[in-house]
Each structure stands twice: as structure tokens, then as C-alpha cells.
């Protein structure tokens, strides 16, 4: 809901500089915080807000492990990749990172923030998925990040 409301939203990913995660963070916390004690939907009984509702659901709450939670934050790639010499492919573009160096042929899953395509996160296709790291639109990428994909390459990859 609060998402095409956001700056930029364009419905359609935007180019890496048009992405400001300050302003967008600022906002929807603004927006989580209104919703949940402020705004009063119609299905909750008594005009209740999701916060009263939830304080008083007697439901337990499960745990979810750390290395779990960005699977629920962010969008799902759909299928199973595998990390190539020019990167991680998706949507018809190279995604790389230096640590992805030494890890050719590794099959990963991708995780990614709608309406933003200048950088995805990769996860290893195990239980929950550890994450890797994250990789950058290989032709968005700025210098320094060139430079530490090439160091990388050069050296190895660490045993």
C-alpha cells in the first residue's frame, strides 16, 4: 500500500541514483507508525487500531531465526541461479560483488526491493538460505566497487 505512494514510484524499477533509502525509510516509518496507531480499519471490531488488536490477541508469537527475517522484507527472484563469471544474472542484467569471487558454478537465491533494481541480495538455496552478501548492477557500479571486483579477482579466493 505505501509503496506506489513513495517517491519515484514509477511502477517500474527506477536507475540506482534515483534511489534515496533515507527519504524512503523516513517515510514509511512514518506510514507504519500512522497505520498501525492511528488508522482504524473497518474490520477490526470496537474501532480498534492494528495495535490495540494485536496487544490484545492472546495468539503466541513464533521466533523467526535473524538469517530468516529478509525473507519476509524482501521479494522473492522466483527460481534457483547459479553465480556465473559475469556475476548473477536477473531481469537480462549482471548483478556482481567482490565477494562472489572463487564462487562460480554456486547455486543462490535472490532477494530484491521493489521498484529499486540497483542492488540484490543472494542467498544460498539451503533451509532458510544464508545470505552471501549483496551484489550491484554491474554496469551502475560505481568505481570503487569495480576496483574491489577486480582486486578480488586478481588475488583468489581466500582457503
Known amino acids: 500500500m505505501p509503496l506506489v505512494s513513495l517517491p519515484g514510484s514509477t511502477r517500474r524499477a527506477l536507475p540506482a ?26 474490520g477490526l471490531t470496537g474501532g480498534r487500531t492494528p495495535a490495540q488488536a494485536w496487544e490484545a490477541d492472546p495468539t503466541p508469537v513464533e521466533d523467526v531465526p535473524k538469517e530468516g527475517l529478509a525473507f519476509f522484507a524482501l521479494e522473492d527472484g522466483g527460481r534457483i541461479r547459479k553465480i556465473t563469471t559475469n556475476g548473477v544474472a536477473w531481469r537480462r542484467r549482471a548483478y ?64
Open 17 to 42: 541514483q534515483a534511489y534515496r533509502p533515507d527519504l524512503v525509510e523516513d517515510l514509511l516509518l512514518d506510514w507504519v507508525a500512522w497505520w498501525n496507531t492511528e488508522h482504524r480499519p473497518s
Open 96 to 159: 556482481t560483488a567482490d565477494w562472489m569471487a572463487g564462487h562460480v558454478g554456486t547455486k543462490v537465491r535472490l532477494r530484491y526491493v521493489p521498484h529499486f533494481d540497483g542492488r540484490i541480495e543472494v542467498f544460498s538455496t539451503e533451509g532458510w538460505g544464508r545470505r552471501l552478501g549483496s551484489a550491484y548492477l554491474a554496469e551502475a557500479a560505481i568505481p570503487a566497487q569495480r576496483q574491489a571486483l577486480s582486486g578480488s579477482v586478481r588475488a583468489g579466493p581466500e582457503r
